[in-house]
Every structure is written in structure tokens, then in C-alpha cells.
């Protein structure tokens, strides 16, 4: 369904979704609301710094203050359900004067002032008469691009009603195992009459969701009763001569890992494993030696990053290694110019053997992969379903070796890894030392001191924010990535001060990053598109703006962009509107480095999968960052039966959504 078939929405607001990666009524649809309000909560006004929802009714008209010509608020007068009286407060919404009047009756998120009393600052409100009768959950969807909530409500329930079901299971087998068909949970989804139609509909998306990694887990040990035909040779000794060029010893780990792959190597059947490993702790160069071991035994071998920014460092590395072992490498990528790729690939599809590096461009149909004894993927978890299995469709006896430096708790790591062999990473080959601080809002102008201090030391400082725009969330004004770089580049000076998000084309994008690494500039503003593969050396200041708006994998993913070089490394949380329960999650970040047992804290914290009991203070949060093992043994069950009656290959195949459903991580 097209977006422009959608009623209110025209050709502005169809440039502004695209730029949210939402391109049709399907992707519309699948636009999930952030956290749900619960309509029945009998929260009153109260002078206690918790976030909480608040029925009231306003009983004077809205006044608009202005401060300054950036800054203004409005309030008004109000009382709850027990006459308790206060002003609600909008900060920099001069618009709330012409949407509230006297007599409305409002729902409030949001919590009492902290420096001025009976003021209740408001994150979100919904009018009573805008809201559907019998409705008890109210959801509540991330803004952006100036489209409020109502507007996003609108846009998304037509969307639901119009869209086309988008299962890519059969309807009479979708019919006899679920109650819910997908499209009705999509549906409740987006308007739950309670908690538990909530938790059936997130169950029913999860399985759908879970499906085709069971069926790819299948692939791989299906793939492991093959006989592969490439034989390797003198693991030992091309290893000794790579060893000899670095600067440092392996770690143990490091050597168990290689001892796995060893082992894979010189069996008969294909390798399927995955190493994972913290930030750091060195998977690149067990990577890379054992890339030298494959081309030297006469096969390519194929290296594969997210990013190009990320894939260029890998090459940049390579090459001083493989060219003193006098062997081909080559980098691939979609900004490569047409002559220079026709060149690539004839090289590649030659006799010689070469180790190619580059972007998901190395899958393309020129390339033959019929004579590349090994693959490699960096950071799979963003690596697709239907891109693996295309792998295994160009050459089903490929060595498959996978690196993550995402820690999965361990109790999930059985949806994740089925059919993966695992090998872990422990300590980085040199402990880092980055000291976590947690920064209130009166601190931050000594935080910056301190960094100004250490900048004319030689430090670089990373300040990442989850919005780009300050309009993508009202309640976060003047700490998205273009607002921090504005008062950075006052603070500072726009000569020494970057911005990079993912608005900005590909080319822009690694020109500032290479510009932040090669360059005199000192503080770069980003989202969490360095999270990861930015390798600076001299980086040793993270600043994570709002941490309470990520998930603790991503921060400790942040964390692990300083200190690279083993030098003393700082981390700056600057949370503004930290809940109670946000405050619990960053403390533990702060007090831990352990990126596995992050993820577990983050896991069990968030109640794994079970997160639909509780409510607090009105509010039900992050329903969709997890999925539980019994949801997960559901789905097991049901693609048995799904395989006793159809061909697998053939469901997955006419799958509209295999690749754009995203199994949640924990990111």
C-alpha cells in the first residue's frame, strides 16, 4: 500500500516518513508505539519527582511565557481528580496555547517540577474528546518530524484497517495455530482494550519474527552434514609468520578461539560458528589470520562488515599484513566506481586467490562464490535472514564465520545461535581503563570544563544523542544531535566541533568520520551510527546525551568507541529526566564493564519478555525489546508443523516481510 493512498497524508508528510525508513502503508502499520498509558490509573498530583499519568481538568486559560527567542513555556491551571490544584507546564510548545482551553479534560504524563512548586511538567497529554470511547491502554508512539501524536494515531489506524495481510505463512496453516491471524495483532497492537489482548498480539508478532531465524538455524546444521571440498594447509605456519608481524602477543583467548577454527578447518564438514567477544577484545586480527590461512591454501576468502567505514578500516589493516605475506586483497563497496568494480570482480573470479573486503556489495550475482573456501561476517546480528540464506544458496560447503561484539544474555543465546558452534573472547589484550560518571543537569557545565581541559591535551570526545532533531521527541528539547551541536560549537568553536547522523548521505557521513579520525577537529556529535567499528585511537571521551533513551548493549557498545589505545578513557551519562527506574539500569552500567553481564542485567531488569504484569505510575514501557524462551519454544513447535505440511524454502521464499521484520535485539 502506498503511503500517498493514506488519508492526511500528503507529499510533505510522505518526505518525512521516508526519512524514517517508512516507505508504505506495511512499514506505517509496523511503526510500533513506545509504551502504552493506562487510562485507569488514579495517580494524583504529588511533589515526588516520579513520573506518573494524571486525569485533571483545566480550569484556566493557557498563558505562553517567552524567555528568550529559543526558549519558551506555557502553562495553565489545573486539578486532579481529588481537587488537588497545579500548573501544568510545556516547555518550548507555544502551540499548547490553541489546543487547550478552559474545561478540557486532559491526560498528563509527565512529573512535578524540580525547581519550581505545585509545576507539573508535561512530557505528553491526550484530550479526552480525542480519544475512543471504551479505549483503557492508550499508546503512545515516538514523534518525529513535527507529526504529533494525534496525527501518528490517525495516520497508522487508517494504515492497519487498509493494509494487506502480511503473513508470509499459509492461511489455512496460519488459521488452525493461531487465534490471532498477524494482521488482527498489528491491529491490537496499535489499539489494546487491555494488557493481556496486548500480550497475545505482541506473541503472535514475535513468532512471526522468531520463524525465519529457526528456519536459517535448521540451514546451517543441515549444512553441517555435507562434505566440503576445500582442504586447507600449514594453519601453523602462516599463523607463526602472521604472529610475527604484530606488535603484541595473542591473547589466550585469543589462541583458544584460533584452536576452534583450526579444528573446523581440517574437518570434512563445513565451519558454522560464531565468535563472540567484547569490545575490544580483538576479533579482527583472528580474523584476519585466519583470512591468510584460506587465500594461502589456494581459495578466496570473503570479509563482510555493516558499515563502509567499518569495512575500510578492516582493509586498511589487512593490507599491511597480507601484503608482507604477499597476498591479494581487494575492498568492495556500492560507492565503487563501475570500472574500477569491474576490475574487483574480474580479479576475484580469477584463479588467483584474493581476500576480498567490503559491504553487503560482496553478495552481489558477479561475483563466484564457487571458489571461496571462507566467509566471514562482521557484527551478524545485522547481518539478514534472507542474506544468509543466500550465501548458502551460492555455495552450500562455504566456511561461515561470524563475529559479534553484541553481548546476548546467555539465557537467550539459544534463539541467536541455534545451529552456530560459539567460541568466546574474553579479556580485550589490554584492560581498558574508562572511568563511567553519571552527570546531573547542575554538573554539566563542569563536565565540559573538564573536557575543554583534556581536548587541549589531545583528546577527542564523542557526544552521542538519540534524536537528530529536537522536534523527533518535544520532551527532549535542546538535546538532539543538531542542538548539541549548535551550543557545542559556542561552547567551543565550529572549527574543532563535527556532526554526523543518519540523515546525512553515505559519502557525507564517512567524510566527517574520517575527518574526526585524520584531523584537528576534536568533539563529534553523533547518533549511535559510531556505536559500531570507529576506531580512533586518540578518542577518550564519551559523552551519551540522555542514557535513559538507550538500551545498556548500546551504551556499553558506546563505551567501547575510547580508550581503544589502552590509555585512561572517560564516559559522561548526562541524563536530564531520569525515572527511578532508568536511574537502577545506568547505575549498574556505571558500576560494570562486563558486557555480558550488562546484557543479563538489561535482560532480567526488563522482565524477560514478561514485561505485561506491572504497570508503574500508569505507564507500560518496552514491550517490544524482548521476546521470551516460551514464546521462542512456541515457535519451534509450530514450524515443526509447519514443515510436516509444506516446503519451507518455498513459505519463506514468498515472505514479504523476511527481511524487513528485525528479530528485536537488546540495542
Same mark, same amino acid.
Given at each position: ?61 493557557? @498563558?505562553?511565557?517567552?524567555?528568550? %527567542? ?8 489545573? &486539578?486532579? *481528580?481529588?481537587?488537588? $490544584?497545579? @500548573? ?74 487498509? *493494509? ?22 498489528? %491491529?491490537? *497492537? ?5 494488557? +493481556? ?10 513468532? +512471526? ?97 555493516? &558499515? ?27 560507492? &565503487? ?32 562464490? $564457487?571458489? #571461496? ?58 584492560? %581498558? ?21 583534556? *581536548? ?46 543518519? =540523515? ?7 567524510? #566527517? ?77 556505571? +558500576? ?8 543479563? !542485567? ?21 514491550? !517490544? ?5 516460551? &514464546?521462542?519454544?512456541?515457535? =519451534?513447535?509450530?514450524? +515443526? ?21 528485525? !528479530? @528485536?535485539?537488546?540495542?
Amino acid at each position: 500500500m502506498e503511503l500517498k493512498d493514506i488519508k492526511g497524508i500528503g507529499e510533505k508528510r510522505i518526505q518525512i516518513l521516508k526519512n524514517k525508513g517508512i516507505n508504505s502503508g506495511e512499514d506505517l502499520a509496523m511503526y510500533f508505539p513506545k509504551t502504552y498509558y493506562d487510562l485507569n490509573s488514579k495517580e494524583t498530583f504529588k511533589e515526588d519527582g516520579k513520573y506518573k499519568l494524571i486525569n485533571c481538568e483545566v480550569t484556566g486559560d493557557v @498563558k505562553l511565557v517567552r524567555i528568550k %527567542k529559543t526558549f519558551n513555556y506555557s502553562y495553565a491551571e489545573c &486539578t486532579d *481528580i481529588e481537587n488537588n $490544584s497545579f @500548573k501544568a507546564v510545556w516547555y518550548n510548545q507555544p502551540y499548547i496555547k490553541n489546543a487547550i482551553k478552559t474545561g478540557d479534560k486532559l491526560y498528563l504524563y509527565g512529573k512535578n517540577s524540580n525547581t519550581k512548586h505545585n509545576y507539573f511538567v508535561v512530557s505528553s497529554f491526550r484530550n479526552h474528546n480525542k480519544i475512543q470511547e471504551g479505549t483503557n491502554l492508550l499508546p503512545v508512539y515516538r514523534t518525529f518530524g513535527g507529526l504529533g501524536q494525534t496525527t501518528l494515531s490517525s495516520i497508522i489506524n487508517d494504515a492497519v484497517q487498509e *493494509i494487506e495481510t502480511p503473513t508470509y505463512l499459509p492461511e489455512f496453516f496460519e488459521e488452525k495455530q493461531f487465534t490471532l491471524s498477524l494482521k488482527k495483532a498489528i %491491529k491490537t *497492537i496499535h489499539s489494546p482494550n487491555s494488557l +493481556e489482548e496486548l500480550h497475545s498480539a505482541k506473541e503472535r508478532l514475535d513468532i +512471526e519474527n522468531i520463524l525465519p531465524y529457526i528456519k536459517i538455524s535448521e540451514d546451517l546444521k543441515n549444512n553441517k552434514n555435507l562434505k566440503k571440498q576445500q582442504k586447507y594447509v600449514n594453519f601453523d605456519d602462516i599463523y607463526n609468520k602472521f604472529c610475527d608481524f604484530l606488535p603484541y602477543k595473542l591473547t589466550d583467548s585469543q589462541l583458544e578461539v584460533l584452536s576452534d577454527i583450526k579444528k573446523d578447518f581440517y574437518s570434512s564438514s563445513p565451519m558454522n560458528r560464531l565468535v563472540q567477544g567484547d569490545v575490544g577484545t580483538g576479533k579482527t586480527i583472528v580474523a584476519l589470520i585466519t583470512c591468510a590461512v584460506c587465500v594461502k591454501s589456494g581459495y578466496n576468502a570473503v570479509l563482510i562488515a555493516p &558499515t563502509e567505514i567499518l569495512a575500510k578500516q578492516h582493509y586498511q589493516e589487512a593490507t599491511n599484513y597480507f601484503n608482507q605475506l604477499g597476498l591479494n586483497v581487494l575492498f568492495l563497496s556500492s560507492s &565503487t566506481k563501475a570500472k574500477e568494480r569491474k576490475e574487483i570482480v574480474s580479479i576475484f573470479n580469477s584463479l588467483e586467490p584474493t581476500l576480498l573486503i567490503g559491504t553487503h556489495s560482496c553478495l552481489s550475482d558477479d561475483l563466484d562464490m $564457487s571458489r #571461496t573456501g571462507l566467509l566471514i561476517i562482521d557484527e551478524q546480528h545485522r547481518f539478514g535472514v534472507k542474506q544468509r540464506s543466500a550465501i548458502l544458496d551460492k555455495n552450500s560447503t562455504i566456511d561461515f564465520l561470524m563475529l559479534s561484539a553484541t553481548p546476548i544474555p546467555r539465557s537467550m543465546s539459544i534463539v541467536y545461535y541455534g545451529g552456530l558452534d560459539v567460541s568466546l573472547l574474553n579479556n580485550p589484550p589490554k584492560e %581498558k581503563q574508562i572511568q563511567t560518571n553519571i552527570v546531573s543537569p547542575q554538573k554539566e557545565n563542569d563536565m565540559w570544563n573538564f573536557i575543554e581541559n583534556k *581536548i587541549q591535551d589531545g583528546s577527542k570526545v564523542y557526544v552521542v544523542c538519540a534524536n537528530i532533531d529536537d522536534n523527533d521527541d518535544d520532551f527532549y528539547q535542546g538535546l538532539s544531535v543538531k542542538s548539541m551541536y549548535d551550543k557545542l560549537c559556542k561552547r567551543f568553536s565550529k572549527d574543532i566541533v563535527l556532526m554526523a547522523h543518519g =540523515k546525512q548521505d553515505g559519502e557525507t557521513e564517512n567524510k #566527517t568520520l574520517s575527518l574526526f579520525r585524520n584531523s584537528d577537529y576534536k568533539i563529534l556529535v553523533s547518533t549511535t551510527i559510531i556505536e559500531v567499528g570507529v576506531d580512533v585511537k586518540n578518542a577518550d571521551i564519551m559523552v551519551i546525551v540522555s542514557p535513559e533513551k538507550f538500551g545498556l548493549a548500546t551504551m556499553h557498545q558506546l563505551r567501547g568507541r575510547v580508550g581503544r589505545a589502552g590509555q585512561q578513557a572517560y564516559c559522561f551519562c548526562l541524563s536530564q529526566n531520569i525515572s527511578e527506574k532508568s536511574a537502577d539500569r545506568i547505575l549498574f552500567f556505571k +558500576e560494570n564493564l562486563n558486557g555480558f553481564d550488562i546484557a543479563e !542485567f538489561d535482560y532480567k531488569s526488563r522482565g524477560s519478555g514478561n514485561l505485561l504484569g506491572t504497570t508503574q505510575h500508569g505507564k507500560t514501557e518496552d514491550i !517490544f525489546e524482548l521476546i521470551s524462551l516460551n &514464546t521462542f519454544n512456541k515457535a =519451534k513447535d509450530i514450524y +515443526e508443523k509447519l514443515k510436516e505440511e509444506y516446503n519451507t524454502d518455498e513459505v519463506f521464499e514468498k515472505s514479504l516481510l523476511f527481511n524487513k521484520l528485525s !528479530f @528485536k535485539t537488546l540495542n
